[in-house]
Nanobody
Framework: QVQLVESGGGSVQAGGSLRLSCVASGAIYCMGWFRQDPGKEREGVATISGYTGTTYADFVKGRFTISRDRDNVKNTLYLQMNSLEPEDTAMYYC???????????????????WGQGTQVTVSS
């Protein structure tokens, strides 16, 4: 069973930075960050494969960086968020999948395991 535990959310002013972390136990391949506002669909932010291939949504390119550390026991996923904007305000979720893909998908439907979410609030 895969378990994901997120941390690092909070409140920040526009232009500021936050770093999200997610510790995942169990064997997994693709990992990603998603976000969701109330009343909206969950959208992909960034993904990273087991071989560190990455994808980014257009709205975060150049501002956010996804990275991943692995050891024999766990994976730790990070999202460094710089130049934050009020539009980045959302609940952020860590997700994981055991399916191998050369580039990991950005649809939430392709991920089987989810963290509990961490709130990011950016004020203007």
């Amino acid at each position: 069973q895969v378990q994901l535990v997120e941390s690092g959310g909070g409140s920040v002013q526009a232009g500021g930075s936050l770093r999200l972390s997610c510790v995942a136990s169990g064997a997994i391949y693709c990992m990603g960050w998603f976000r969701q506002d109330p009343g909206k669909e969950r959208e992909g932010v960034a993904t990273i494969s087991g071989y560190t291939g990455t994808t980014y949504a257009d709205f975060v390119k150049g501002r956010f960086t996804i990275s991943r550390d692995r050891d024999n026991v766990k994976n730790t996923l990070y999202l460094q968020m710089n130049s934050l904007e009020p539009e980045d305000t959302a609940m952020y979720y860590c997700a994981a999948s055991r399916t191998y893909r050369r580039l990991c998908p950005s649809s939430s439907l392709d991920y089987d395991y989810w963290g509990q979410g961490t709130q990011v609030t950016v004020s203007s």
